[in-house]
């Protein structure tokens, strides 16, 4: 037990998922297809009143969006608490074979209600992780289909989670603060009026999963990840991929350019802490949670910091630097560092890699993966 955290006796729950007082208000749900949701309800509550449910079971995990940054990461993480079978990846992409052969892997859209509905019914979900969103970038290349997958692919997955009694975990991101936000740091609770359809629609999300946890009971959780740095997964688009293409760089060409200044200051984590976060807060007893979206935070620096600690290792490094326009706008407007201390105080939050530490990780994986793959390494 983390010190300070904050500690209770949950109420009887359904698989872990809801306390008595989120059931009894979930009955008053919104009618999108929920005939028979009254009777659940009822059946459940009968339950709690009658006597103690059958022993826990596993969660059953759908993710959604699977193939980005951080999906199949995480479905490792909970296939090791949980089972290989109980957690399901799913993407609009065709799987590489490692990921096929690791575990089911299903299609799923999630802009196709009707799908997504039956894979949850068809492999009682009772976690669904919701990935699928266009990044900061390509978001404002494309704001229309931005505005499809980000907004209403999250409402149909809000809708199935009320409809299914879910625990819904929705990521939020660095990029839902704007430039009136405090940026130094960024508590949890304040402006934040973003520029991107990337951020309106994650502070959009933020809102919702909020609203419908108030007043239907929803089992909505959300973290505002800051940028991830990993070493399987390619630059997915984002405004902090440079973090992770200077490594590859340093090790392959040993040069990187940059798209942002040298001084740009933005918060960042190993996906390791983004995975054990992520985990660690979907396990959380709802009711030692005073908040449904938290900042998680592990470092800060900037693109001239991570090169010069990359050059400790690799003195040759050189780093030139031309600022993208859209790019830099964006980071400007964004928090240069997080105030994470409700998740630290809530549920234990704390994180493993600092900067040293993410610096000789990142090149000791990429190093061995350009072995092993016959690649020269600069």
Known sequence: MHPGVRVCVPTVALLGMFCRGCLSRAQSLPRRSFSTLHKRMSRWNSQETSGPLPSQEHPRVLITGGLGQLGVGLAQSLRKLYGRENVILSDIKKPPPHVFTSGPFVYADVLDYKHLREIIVNN?????????????????????????????????????ALENCLRLFVPSTIGAFGPSSPRDPAPDLCIQRPRTIYGVSKVHGELMGEYLHHKYGLDFRCLRYPGVISVNSPPGGGTTDYAVQIFHDALSTGHHECYLRPDTRLPMMHISDCHRATVEFMQAPGCQLSLRTYNIAAMSFTPEEVAQEIRKHLPHLKVTYNPDSVRQTIADSWPVRFDDTNARRDWGWAPAFGLEELVSDMLHFIRDKRTNKGLPVS
Request: glycine share 6%; proline share 0%; no cysteine.
């Open 124 to 160: 009682r979900i009772t976690w669904l992780i919701h990935y699928s969103a266009l990044l900061s970038a390509v978001g404002e290349a494309n704001v229309a289909l931005a505005r499809k997958i980000n907004i209403t692919g999250l409402h149909n997955v809000l809708d199935l």
